[in-house]
């Protein structure tokens, strides 16, 4: 018998040691002003991380340490390939399809939805803290990053660009709901531990190669249990 048993918070402060940018997908033209603005909320205007951009680079994470990618071949992981594999890359696969679900072109029977269930994680968005940001009198301040190539012959920068970041120590709140369903393992929340501390490891947003998107999770706890001395040791590769 399937049956939801219960529904928990994850949750944290998640704090950026690095600039961020998460792009916002502005097409309009400022001369002379920023080229790549990050996302910001449209009613107050504040920066925020999607829940969409951490569920999937916390997924992609988790599929490129079960070894799945070459059989996916880039795509998010499916029955139908999850199916075909082996060990622990089909324990670890079955963790991430019940942790965060199959995509539209799944066409399952009965038997097999039974056999995967729904999806386990629910992610919100990341708003500022709220007492973080009295400091800044409710405004959240970004920083305009410029960068340019550099020419190896003359030694000159060349194509100058603007990037919006917000800047190294902002805090924001980090919430997940997970639920469990009867006969659900301990794998679940151990994966989805892992996964966390992956994103410590690499990072969130673009541009990571020059520096962006590094974090740090503090304060974890799964409803009022607090994980953060088990979290910090976790070797998840």
């Known amino acids: 018998m399937m049956k939801l048993e219960k529904i928990q918070t994850l949750s944290a402060t998640l704090i950026l040691e690095t600039g961020l940018h998460i792009g916002g997908g502005d097409s309009a033209m400022h001369i002379g002003g920023i080229d790549s603005p990050v996302i910001k909320h449209p ?29 996916t071949q880039g795509q998010a992981l499916s029955h139908a390939v999850w199916s075909k594999l082996n060990g622990e890359a089909k ?26 269930g729904p999806t386990r994680l629910s992610f919100w968005d990341c708003n500022l803290e709220p007492e973080w940001l009295e400091k800044y009198d409710g405004q959240c301040p970004t920083e305009d990053k410029t960068e340019n190539c550099i020419d190896r012959i003359r030694g ?26 009867t006969g659900d393992q301990d794998l679940l929340l151990s994966e989805l531990l892992c996964g966390l501390k992956l994103l410590e490891m690499d990072g969130l947003g673009g541009s990571l ?28 590769l």
Request: charge should be positive.
């Open 156 to 181: 000159v920068a060349q194509h100058p660009r603007h990037i919006e970041r917000v800047p190294a120590g902002t805090r924001f709140q980090f919430r997940l709901t997970i639920r469990t369903l």
């Open 209 to 236: 190669s020059r520096g962006y998107g590094k974090i740090r999770f503090e304060q974890l706890k799964l409803d009022e249990q607090d994980l953060t001395g088990n979290f910090q040791t976790i070797k998840p």
């Open 43 to 71: 009613h107050n205007k504040q920066p925020y991380i999607p829940g969409s951009s951490i569920k999937g680079k916390l997924r992609s994470m988790l599929e490129w340490r079960a070894g799945v990618i070459r059989e």
């Open 91 to 116: 324990t670890r696969g079955l963790a991430i399809l019940q942790l965060f679900g199959l995509g539209g072109s799944d066409k399952l029977s009965n038997e097999q939805a039974l056999e995967i």
